[in-house]
Structures are given as C-alpha cells and as structure tokens.
DNA sequence: AGTTGTGAATCTGTTCACAGCC
DNA sequence: GGCTGTGAACAGATTCACAACT
C-alpha cells in the first residue's frame, strides 16, 4: 500500500488522468466494479500497462474481483493531487485567453481561475466572466495575495518566453504555456507546453510518411 | 543519404518540429551554420540526440563545422511534410473554434482553414473570418471537393467521440482532437489528442509529489 | 475460476564514445 | 582541431507470465 520508491515515468501520470475519466464514466453507467481489462480495452492500452501503473502507488484492486470504482476514483484523484481544488492565474486574454476563461472543463475538473493577468490597458481593472483583470506586473503580489499555484500562459509565441519568467519570478510553481518554451527552472517548479504546431506537424509528418505510421490505437 | 529503415520514434518527429523553429529563430539573427551543440543547448535536449534524430533520415551537416541552416531548413520541412501546405478542416465553432479559426500560427506554418463545420443552423452558410460554416453533414462531401486532409476537431468533449468518427467516414485522415477521443482508427489514419485536462493533471501531480520531479529542462 | 500485483524478460529510446571526414 | 554520424552500451518503459489471493 505505501507508494513505491520506484520513479512513475510522466507517461504513467497522464495515463492515469485519461483512466481517471474512464472510470468516471464507468461509474456513470451503474458499474460498482471495473477489471484492469475493461479499463485497457476502453483505452486501447494493455491490462498489465493498467496495474503496472497502478502498482507505482499501492494496491487498489481486489484480486479475482478487479477494482471497486468509488474507492478507485478516490484513489486517482488523490494521487493526481486533485482532492482539493487549485487556484490558477490565466495570463493573456487574447482570443485562446477568453476560450480558457469560459472553459467548462476546468471547473469541472478541480481548476478555478482566480486571476486574470494582460498587459492591455483598456482590460486592466476591469473584469472577464467574473474574473479580475491585472496587469503582468502585480503577477507576484496577486500570486501571493491569492495563493494561486497554477498559471496558464496564453500568450503570442513571442512573448511566451518572458511571461513564463515572470510566472517564475512570482513564485508559481505549476506553468502550462500553449507557446513552446523552453527554458531551465529552479528546483520544484513544472512547465508543462502545450504545443499545437508540434501536433500539427506530427499529424503532417505521417500523412506524408504512411509506411511509418503505427497501426491501431492513440 | 538515403532514409534509414529503422522505426523513428514519435518523439523524435516531435522533436524535429522544435528544432525546425529554433533553426528558423537562428536564421534570422543572420547565422550560416548550427551545430548539433547549439541546437541541444537552446532546447536543453543533448547534442547526440539532436545528430541521432537528423541520422533516421539522412546526413545534413558538415564534418567539423556544423549544419547550413538554409539547407537544414529545407530537409526538415521536407521530413515533415511542409514542402507543401496543407488544407485544413475546422470542426466546431464554439470559443476555441474561434480561436482556432484565427489563429495565426497556422498560417505562418503550412496549414490553411479552408472549411469550417458547425451544427448551429445560425451559422450555416455564413462566414467567420472569411472561412464558409457548413453542415457537419456536409463533411464528405466538402472535404472530398475542397481536397480537406486535415480535421482540427473543437468540439465539447461529449460530442467529440462522434465528431471524430465523422471526420474519419469523411475520408479525412489527419486529426486533431482538444477532446481526448481514444478509437480504433483504418490504417492511414493519425489521430493526435491535445488534452489540457491530461496537462493540468499533471502538473496538480507534480506539484503534490516535488520529490517526484524531475530536474531541469522541460 | 478469475483477476490482481509484480519480478523477469523484452522492447524502445537515449547517451556514449569514437571513427571518419572537413 | 572540430564536429558529424553511428554502432554499442545503457537506461527507461512495456509486456509477459505466474504466484498469490478472493
């Protein structure tokens, strides 16, 4: 049951969030129990993949049985570091921006932005869905002021590079920029780039190479 | 010269996608030449991974003295399937659609929204940014006239399963997906999911369990 | 009988290290 | 001398296969 000393490669983390929705699902549909298989075949992922995964943070299954999904959920969600809910800034309200502001899954998920941070004047002070608008510059002392620990960074690709430093000089820890950046962090901290030219890219890449395409699932 | 008939990991077309723009970002500070060395350095990556991802498709670079940039350039639109641009289907004209819709990135790489497809009566047989809104419906039929080999599906996540499945009957075989979509795709077909919740969950993990970060680059 | 959890085996991707060339 | 290109060594991730348990 303790979580095992072995490294989770970041490949198991965003596993474990697609299984989380699976299971959810699941759990929509009257199930009690769900077995590694169902989970697998759902996903087009290998039942062994699933427990090893798994494995990397106890044991949740009942063997002969499978998983008991309340008790699976709980599990993931707690693992995921989603039992309580996380206060994240959006930075840029560009178009993308204003997508993100009025995106549902965030708040379905345990995500709630709390601030809202453009260099544009005529934004600044006022509000969007509700959500004060600051400038760039109070970053650090709203960041503070709020506790917020997540920033989104929706900003042009030429400026990414300078808000993501800003988001790092005021202390928040966890950065997803849809620009890539790539830049050395301090210890503790998470970029993660959400990188739409590079799956375009790869989508392009195999329709003009077809005989180098994997087969089946993605 | 010739390509490698080794398997390329997915990682490393990836991978060739930042290399491509951090190579064009060099270009214009008016370089000639790159080495694998400075490549790796701007992106955190290794000189050897940088040669090892080239050598899967050919020898680029000078013994001694580096890679021509224009000619770097060229090779690696050409491994990407860039010589030429790509016509694009938006699916979905919700905020992100939107976005998406005008999005410049796109087109200052190869890719042009020629059609977008939307199931709200309004906006049928209207315009946004100049792009002509069609029926979901319609989709084969456009796609099959307008030469459509990439879908760009925006669609909220519980219509997202379809939409997909849609895009596939039309014959489309490159798709984006901003809603996890896992199916069992024909062969000839890529599906790439971009999938923020995945992302914000990840970060949430790391941000719960710092001793499980990794350190450095992202 | 059925399914988990996991060490061992396999497979895949990365890094090393150096021969070969400019 | 310096940097590429690449086989060999290594590290990491996935799958196998089976003991353990309900």
Redesign the pocket.
Known sequence: MAESSG?T????VQRLSVYLRTIKRAKESGKKFI???EIAAING?????V??D??CFG?????????NIDKLIKALEEILGLSERWRVALVGLGRLGKALAKYKGFHLSKFDIVAIFDIDPEKIGTKYNNIPIYSPKKLAQIAKRKKIEIAVVAVPANSAEEAVMNVVKAGIRGIISFSEVRINLPEGFILRNVNLTAEMETVSFYLTHPDWMCRGWF
């Open positions: 490294v490669p970041i490949s198991t077995s590694s298989e992922y290998t039942p062994a993949q427990r090893k798994f494995s044991s949740f299954g009942i063997k002969g049985k499978g998983y």
